[in-house]
């Protein structure tokens, strides 16, 4: 994992906040200053946050868990999609579904309903149907695969969230509070970040600053991906050694020390 430079986040615009008559006052630690009436956003701080999220999010990684990340807004939801994928992990970028952590269930019978429709397609029948059938069929798949796309594939509640403007996706970091579920989360200037178990301060409005964090993110998520591969390695290797010498143990022949038999006694001398 590499480290987050300085001259990497201000070149992307990361310090930039909003304007002081939209700040919230929660914001004041992670504000370097005021510059022509916008706030600047302290880039050291967004460093030692940042780094503290990528180590968090690396041990859930390693131990085999999701994270879902959250990004609806138009500046975030290519960034995020296209960073995501190549992890493996779910990730949010049209619509929140409200409910969808808090009602779960329900989520997972819109994906039960999107496969038995996939199921139906794939069918020999499906051809035979009308057309205006079919199209209502198609159009229902478009429709939940725009609204779930990649949960199709989160069989529980994820582990962790990440996500990009808390503002727009209040109803994401209210459902993620109320279980328990930890936040990771940029914030800029107008957030309260006291709503985020892992806050990242930075600007959350412009596509480079919102890579530049999500990079640093990825990279721990891959890292500790990577080490989780390598650890059930490690254990099937020494699985298999320690096999190999219960099975040597048991195939080789035992030795046992012949001792030399006693001459036996007779009870009466022999007669001469």
């Not at 051809?127 to 949960?151: F, M, P, T, V, Y």
């Not at 709503?195 to 301060?201: G, K, N, R, V, Y």
């Amino acid at each position: 994992m590499t480290e987050l430079k300085f001259e990497e986040l201000l070149d992307a615009g990361c310090h930039f906040g909003h304007l002081k008559r939209k700040w919230n006052p929660k914001m004041a630690p992670y504000i370097f200053k005021e510059h022509n009436g916008i706030h600047v956003i302290d880039l050291q701080k967004t460093i030692a946050k940042a780094d503290e999220a990528a180590a968090a999010l690396k041990q859930i990684a390693k131990s085999g868990k999701k994270v879902l990340f959250v990004a609806t807004k138009k500046q975030a939801k290519e960034v995020v999609a296209e960073m995501v994928k190549p992890i493996d992990m779910p990730f949010v970028t049209e619509r929140w579904p409200g409910g969808m952590l808090t009602n779960f269930t329900t989520i997972r019978k819109a994906v039960k309903k999107m496969n038995s429709l996939d199921a139906m397609m794939k069918d020999k029948e499906f051809n035979n149907i009308s057309k205006r059938e079919r199209l209502q069929i198609q159009r229902e798949r478009a429709k939940l695969d725009k609204n779930l796309g990649s949960i199709a594939d989160l069989t529980r509640l994820p582990s962790a969230l990440f996500i990009v403007d808390i503002n727009k996706e209040h109803i994401a970091v209210a459902e993620a509070r109320r279980l328990n579920i930890p936040t990771f989360a940029i914030v800029d200037t107008n957030t309260n970040p006291d709503l985020i178990d892992f806050p990242i301060p930075a600007n959350d409005d412009a596509s480079k600053s919102i890579a530049a964090i999500l990079k640093h993110m990825i990279e721990a998520i891959q890292e500790g991906q990577n080490e989780r591969m390598l650890d059930k390695d490690a254990a099937a290797e020494e699985a298999e050694n320690v096999e190999g010498v219960e099975n040597a143990t048991e195939e080789a022949p035992e030795h046992r020390e012949e001792r030399p038999r006693r001459p036996r006694r007779n009870a009466k001398k022999e007669e001469e």
